[in-house]
């Protein structure tokens, strides 16, 4: 079972930036694609972010432009680089092993234990 560990969440003001890494414990993560979750306050979990093992990449609308997902499979992490932060971008924010439910679908579903996540606070 992989293990994923997320962390570089904190607080910070409207407009800032935060970079959140996610490392995971087999090198099973370099095939297969990584999704950063995001689950605010007395809201469900959504995916906001998607990176295939060949490095194509995805984002939710409501987080597109602003951020980046990017992995390296040499050190079994993946990141996801956030600017611009906006209230509503407060939530825990976990990582996943996914699969897409058919190619080119799009649509993804998780296959990993979640961790412990990580808090984003973005607050003046």
């Known amino acids: 079972q992989v293990q994923l560990v997320e962390s570089g969440g904190g607080l910070v003001q409207p407009g800032g930036s935060l970079r959140l890494s996610c490392a995971a414990s087999?090198?099973?993560?370099?095939?297969?694609?990584m999704g950063w979750y995001r689950q605010p306050p007395g809201k469900q979990r959504e995916l906001v972010a998607t990176?295939?093992?060949?490095?194509?990449?995805s984002c939710a609308d409501s987080v597109k432009g602003r951020f980046t997902i990017s992995r390296d499979n040499a050190k079994n992490t993946v990141y996801l680089q956030m600017n611009s932060l906006k209230p509503e971008d407060t939530a825990v924010y976990y990582c996943?092993?996914?699969?897409?439910?058919?190619?080119?679908?799009?649509?993804?579903?998780?296959?990993?234990?979640w961790g412990q996540g990580t808090q984003v606070t973005v607050s003046p």
């Open positions: 087999e090198i099973i993560f370099s095939i297969n694609a």
């Open positions: 996943n092993v996914i699969v897409e439910t058919h190619p080119g679908s799009g649509s993804y579903y998780y296959i990993g234990s």
């Open positions: 990176i295939s093992n060949g490095g194509k990449t």
